[in-house]
């Protein structure tokens, strides 16, 4: 019993190197399969960092901008002012709407014939921004689901090689059990390296995600508004 105890203490203080030496070949597979995972992850990540980075602060600056007169901007000036939020899109397909309702497409005059269809267009821009934003996200998810399972299933044999040792040698002792309780450890660990970057980016991007949608929903009713105000007289204030 002592010579297993020390054995395992061995084993548990071995340097990954070590650890990696003293696995088999199916283990070798199921790591390097965490190793893609991770790998793909990884760049997963840091696109969607790119992409999503500072989303919230830009989005508050079209915003304001959007705020700031009484009545609705040109998009090249917001585009200009605040580039790189979904809401410019959104704001487009409005403003596109709205152009061609009024008499002979000028947003300077006329009268707004359908409020309902400028909200609709926007509301299906602010679907395809949001299937942009979520791209690669179901990638991230699958990878924190799986990759937990994976490490387990290296796990699983590495215990049965631990055992199957034991059972052919008759005897306990450190070079018997350690490369099954390698194999253990070291999946164990490589399952959960892959794993948890992947899950704690999904939370943390699907909730930004679902913020900007929301933001994007309530600009479009917002945006509804303002034209009806604008424009439901024959003679609108200049815009």
Do not use: C
Request: hydrophobic share 45%.
């Amino acid at each position: 019993m002592e010579e297993i105890i020390s054995g395992l203490a061995l084993v548990l203080v071995a340097s990954p190197l070590t650890l990696l030496e003293q696995t088999s070949g199916l283990a070798r597979v199921v790591l390097g399969i965490l190793l893609v995972l991770s790998v793909f992850s990884w760049a997963l990540i840091l696109q969607k960092w790119s992409q999503l980075g500072g989303l919230d602060r830009k989005t508050s600056r079209f915003l304001q901008m959007f705020r700031a007169g009484g009545g609705l901007p040109n998009p090249k000036t917001l585009r200009a002012g605040s580039s790189g939020t979904p809401l410019i899109a959104v704001y487009d397909a409005g403003y596109a709407e709205l152009s061609a309702q009024l008499t002979n497409g000028n947003p300077q005059g006329g009268k707004v014939k359908n409020a309902n269809a400028i909200g609709v267009d926007m509301r299906v821009a602010a679907g395809d921004e949001v299937r942009k934003l979520e791209r690669g996200m179901s990638s991230l998810a699958t990878i924190a689901s799986v990759s937990p399972y994976i490490g387990l299933f290296g796990t699983v044999w590495g215990v049965m090689d631990a055992f199957t040792g034991l059972g052919d040698a008759g005897t306990a002792s450190l070079r018997v059990v350690a490369p099954g309780i390698a194999e253990a450890l070291i999946t164990t660990a490589a399952g959960l390296g892959a794993a948890i970057p992947a899950l704690i980016a999904y939370n943390h991007y699907l909730q930004g995600i679902r913020s900007v949608a929301s933001r994007m929903e309530s600009f479009a009713a917002e945006f509804v508004a303002q034209v009806e105000t604008l424009y439901s007289s024959a003679n609108p204030p200049g815009a």
